[in-house]
Every structure is written in structure tokens, then in C-alpha cells.
């Protein structure tokens, strides 16, 4: 458990958890799962090879792979090392000392000899309540000016109607949706949704009936280059402090 006064979040081994401002049960930001057994996740990150279609990522879930990952929590930290072939990524998380944001630095580092075409993918299920079940039909979504951050906002409780949400990466968005069915697929599930398997995302917004967060972002790797992303999950006061954030 990692927080301050103003927001925190939970992560497993697994990488998965909860992220939650203002108030850890009332205002969530993404889903608590209370099942440490399957320890579903409800906040991802996806690489994808543009060349072959491989597509893993950077924690154990939601695709867990066959080599290692390094997983090691410390007071304020948590951070996940993990080698796919010859792309080598280091994760690691945390939180300011007063502001509800979480942060998660992803380096990235090509050890191949040939410049490598990835997409780096952020992923989050919008609750902005207690349950996503009684809230998801009231979230309202929109991009950011800056058109790097999606803003939420659940306009149907009054205690936490002046709050709103983001989900920011700090690599151009090249693609990016709010619905949630769309990048899952019908029946789908998170360790193989729909969208990995498409080029681009819709750029859906607005009054989505099952609401996420979902950016894309291209990067070419050379050989030995690393590149680091910068990815934000929290909340601010109006739309003034939510940028601020940003």
C-alpha cells in the first residue's frame, strides 16, 4: 500500500491493483478486486511489436510470460524488471509526497541489433465511485487540450462531482478510446483484448456506457536505445488543478 494524505494505491506481485483519491473506498479511480486468488487487474500497460503482432507486457499481469520478472516493493516504491526477447523494460511506481497522482516510470531498452516499432499501450477501468457496476453508466469522458491526458468525471455524486480524473501518458497519444467494450472485444478478456490485435483505437469519448481509459503511443527503438514513459493516474479539484497535475 503506498499513499499520502491525498490519494494511494495497492499493488500486488502481480502488478495489478487499486488506485483511489480523496477517499480510498467512496472514490476510487479503478476497481478494487477483493480476490487475491485471480487477482484481476483493472489498470494495465501493453507493448506490441508493430512488425511481428507480439504483444506482452511489463508486469506479470495481464500476460504473464514464461521468463522472469524481478518484482521488489520498498517504502514508497515498487518496481518490476522483465525481459521480452531483446526489449528489456523496467517499471517502476510511485507517489508524491502530497499530491493524489500515481506515477509510473517505463524504461524501455532495445538490446537487439535492428531498430524495434512498438506501441506502448496505458489501460484503466473508470469507476470514480465504490463499484464500477453503479457508477460506469454515469462516468463522462473527454481528452485533454493538450490531447496527452483523458479526463473523467462522474457528474452524478455529489459528494465527489468536483473532482476530475486523468489518465496521462508523456509520449505523443497517437490513438486512444473510452470504451471499454471496444478495446476488450465482447467476451473478451484483458490478457488478450481486441484492440491489441487493431492498428489504431477509435478515439471514442464522451458518454461511453462501460468507461476506460485507453492510450496509445508509437515509439521507434534503435538498437541500444532506452527510452523512458512517463504514465499518470490520479485526480484533481476542477479542471484547473486536474491540468496542473497533468
Not at 9 to 21: K, L, N
Not at 174 to 200: C, D, K
Request: aromatic share 8%.
Amino acid at each position: 500500500v503506498i499513499g499520502n494524505a491525498a490519494g494511494g494505491f495497492i499493488v500486488s506481485e502481480a502488478g495489478t491493483g487499486v488506485t483511489w483519491a480523496a477517499n480510498s473506498y467512496f472514490y476510487r479511480l479503478t476497481p478494487w478486486q477483493n480476490d487475491p486468488v485471480r487477482d484481476p487487474a483493472g489498470e494495465c500497460i501493453y507493448i506490441r511489436d508493430d512488425d511481428s503482432g507480439n504483444v506482452w507486457s511489463p508486469t506479470p499481469e495481464p500476460i504473464r510470460e514464461a521468463s522472469p520478472y524481478n518484482v521488489r516493493h520498498g517504502a514508497g516504491y515498487s518496481i518490476f524488471d522483465h525481459k521480452h526477447e531483446e526489449i528489456e523494460t523496467n517499471l517502476r511506481m510511485g507517489l508524491p509526497e502530497k499530491d493524489p497522482v500515481k506515477v509510473q516510470i517505463l524504461s524501455i531498452t532495445n538490446r537487439g541489433k535492428r531498430t524495434r516499432k512498438l506501441t506502448v499501450t496505458s489501460y484503466v477501468e473508470w469507476v470514480l465511485g465504490v463499484d464500477r457496476e453503479k457508477t460506469q453508466s454515469h462516468v463522462r469522458t473527454e481528452m485533454s487540450a493538450s490531447g496527452q491526458a483523458m479526463l473523467a468525471r462522474n457528474y452524478f455524486d455529489p459528494q465527489f462531482a468536483h473532482l476530475v480524473a486523468f489518465s496521462a501518458m508523456s509520449e505523443k497519444v497517437s490513438s486512444f478510446t473510452a470504451g471499454r467494450r471496444e478495446f476488450i472485444g465482447r467476451n473478451g478478456v484483458l490478457s488478450y483484448p481486441a484492440a491489441m490485435r487493431r492498428e489504431i483505437l477509435s478515439g471514442d469519448i464522451g458518454d461511453t456506457i462501460d468507461p476506460c481509459a485507453a492510450l496509445q503511443s508509437r515509439i521507434d527503438l534503435a538498437p541500444g536505445e532506452t527510452r523512458e514513459i512517463s504514465i499518470l493516474l490520479g485526480a484533481g479539484d476542477g479542471d484547473d488543478e486536474a491540468n496542473s497535475l497533468i
